[in-house]
């Protein structure tokens, strides 16, 4: 279901960037400025579209390193994402127009926006594709009574569900929450969290023995899972019609009974020119002498010892690729502990 939610919101975003103004004409910049408004999305939904289409997404810049912030015109009959070719036929740059395009977000409405659905606990009533947006006013968010700073998380277009940092039963609650709706929503985005602190959002990061640890992991695993897929896909489409033989490695998740769950991916040397996901551990196969073995290698081993093999392509999420084949003694190397 991630997988062919993220590919759904791909072809919208694509229809999105295509469509012409008014059979054709672009629109003027005083044409647009009523209707600009920011809109906040997964990260990886922007590097994808330039893997789908082989050109240029939208201009957007990243938030917290997981989400990103790009500009739309939502006009009367359409909605146009704003691009290079935009920002240069109106002479303009990004920061002046999301200056204008979050007064505008502002114009519709504050923290009334906002149901108090239990004690410390927020959910965005708007319902109207841009509730995510609210990110970007942090004034709002912290007029809300929270115990702690403002923790948001967007599951989908239309919900933002906020929480105090301090409170860890509204924690469970909005992370429960979320996970739930991304089962059951075909427009889900992800349950990654962010915390605002000193009007600047990251991600929310808790102590190993917090008690939503294992609900913060399952959130990061599924938005890895269902990113590495949705990419591994488009990368394997774009390297088949180019003719390239590159292998995209999978990342799996292996669910052991009675033990966290962890990611892993795999490589043999017959793979030829492989790109590896990051992954907690990579099952190995290997060849040493005319013996043949496999063998389970924490991938913080593999960086730590190949660090001058490993290359990032420059993708997001990020793989990294063999410069050169590991030698002997380099494989021997990795198979000590």
């Known amino acids: 279901m991630a997988e062919f939610s993220i590919t759904n919101q791909l072809k919208r975003l694509v229809a999105a960037c295509t469509t012409a103004w008014n059979g054709g004409a672009p629109p003027t910049l005083a044409q647009a400025l009523p209707w600009l408004l920011p809109k906040v999305r997964p990260r990886f939904q922007y590097e994808a ?3 789908l289409t082989g050109g240029a997404a939208p201009v957007f810049r990243p938030l917290a390193g997981i989400f990103a912030v790009s500009l739309v015109a939502d006009l ?14 109106w002479n303009v740059d990004f920061d002046r127009l999301m200056q204008r395009a979050r007064s505008n977000l502002l114009a519709r409405g504050g923290e009334e926006g906002f149901l108090r659905v239990g004690p410390g606990c927020y959910r965005s009533a708007w319902q109207d594709n841009l509730d995510g947006s609210r990110l970007l006013l942090p004034g709002i968010l912290q007029r809300l009574r929270l115990p702690g700073d403002p923790v948001a998380l967007l599951p989908n277009r239309d919900t933002l569900l906020v929480v105090g940092s301090e409170d860890p039963a509204g924690l469970r609650w909005a992370l429960e929450t979320a996970l739930e709706s991304l089962h059951q929503d075909p427009v889900a985005l992800n349950a990654c969290p962010l915390r605002l602190s000193h009007f600047q959002w990251q991600p929310f990061l808790a102590r190993p023995e917090h008690p939503i640890c294992p609900l913060l992991f399952q959130v990061e695993q599924r938005r890895l899972l269902a990113e590495y897929a949705s990419q591994k896909a488009l990368l394997d489409r774009r390297h ?3 003719g390239q033989a590159i292998t995209v490695a999978p990342l799996h998740l292996e669910r052991a009974p009675g033990a ?3 990611s892993y991916t795999v490589w043999s040397q017959g793979m030829g020119e492989a790109w590896l996901p990051v992954a907690d551990r990579v099952r ?3 060849e040493l002498g005319g ?15 190949l660090s001058h093999l490993l290359e990032p392509v420059g993708l997001f999420p ?3 690729r063999f410069k050169a084949p590991p030698q002997a003694g380099q494989l021997e190397g990795l198979l000590t502990s």
């Open 260 to 262: 966290v769950a962890s």
């Open 240 to 242: 088949g019609a180019a």
């Open 291 to 305: 013996e043949r073995g496999r063998a389970w290698v924490p991938w913080a081993r593999v960086q730590e010892r």
């Open 284 to 286: 190995l196969a290997w």
């Open 76 to 89: 009367p009959d359409r909605e146009l994402d704003v691009g290079e070719a935009e920002l240069e036929a």
């Open 318 to 320: 990020e793989r990294y």
């Open 49 to 51: 579209l330039s893997l």
